[in-house]
């Protein structure tokens, strides 16, 4: 069973700075590693796939890198509308497991 | 416009059964492969289930392997979780989503459905 870990649990940065998280995955996934974003009270969107792929209408400052068990999800400069919390998924098999999550709060 | 409906959540008794529903529309159903996940309240995504586009293929969690069953009706565009021997710890939003095309991802979710286990 492949583990995604992410890190730091809680991102705490003001509007305009770069937000940098971290998502690990317990064995390798190759390029099969998407992003997600949650805001309260809604469903998960997905932000990138194939670990460096945005999807439709995501903006540019959402970046994603990473291959094999180390990935990274970049917002360039924060939005008001990006403080919410960021899921990774796995999907190099049909268990498509997340991560436990990283929030990203105003500080 | 893709759009994911769920329906049939509700307050159920430890040891009830429910059957989940997701109406679909705006795409070629029976093209993709489709999944569920659930949100416990206040925690983090899990995913349940996922049925390929033929139902040829079926997969659990092990959380839930014995007690719910996926299934799929490309007929009537629609995708069902039957949840049997429900635990309190089964207590979460249910989301239905479908799969990409090249299956890397999830493209489209519902809005989901409060399922909640309590005496």
């Known amino acids: 069973e492949i583990v995604l870990t992410q890190s730091p649990a809680t991102l705490s940065l003001s509007p305009g700075e770069r937000a940098t998280l971290s998502c690990r995955a317990s064995?390798?996934?190759?390029?099969?590693l998407a992003w997600y974003q949650q805001k309260p009270g809604q469903a998960p969107r997905l932000l990138i796939y194939d670990a460096s792929n945005r999807a439709t209408g995501i903006p540019a400052r959402f970046s994603g890198s990473g291959s094999g068990t180390d990935f990274t999800l970049t917002i360039s400069s924060l939005e008001p509308e990006d403080f919410a919390v960021y899921y990774c998924?796995?999907?190099?098999?049909?268990?498509?497991?997340f991560g436990q999550g990283t929030k990203v709060e105003i500080k | 416009e893709v759009q994911l409906v769920e329906s049939g959540g509700g307050l159920v008794k430890p040891g009830g059964s429910l059957r989940l529903s997701c109406a679909a529309s705006g795409f070629t159903f029976s093209s993709y492969s489709m999944n569920w996940v659930r949100q416990a309240p206040g925690k983090g995504l899990e995913w349940v289930s996922s049925?390929?586009?033929?139902?040829?293929?079926?997969y659990y969690a092990d959380s839930v392997k014995g007690r719910f069953t996926i299934s799929r009706d490309n007929a009537k565009n629609s995708l069902y979780l039957q949840m049997n021997s429900l635990r309190a710890e089964d207590t979460a939003v249910y989301y239905c989503?479908?799969?990409?095309?090249?299956?890397?991802?999830?493209?489209?979710w519902g809005q989901g459905t409060l399922v909640t286990v309590s005496s």
């Open positions: 049925i390929s586009s033929s139902s040829s293929y079926i």
């Open positions: 989503a479908r799969d990409s095309p090249g299956g890397s991802c999830y493209d489209y």
């Open positions: 064995q390798s996934v190759s390029s099969y």
């Open positions: 998924q796995q999907r190099s098999n049909w268990r498509g497991a």
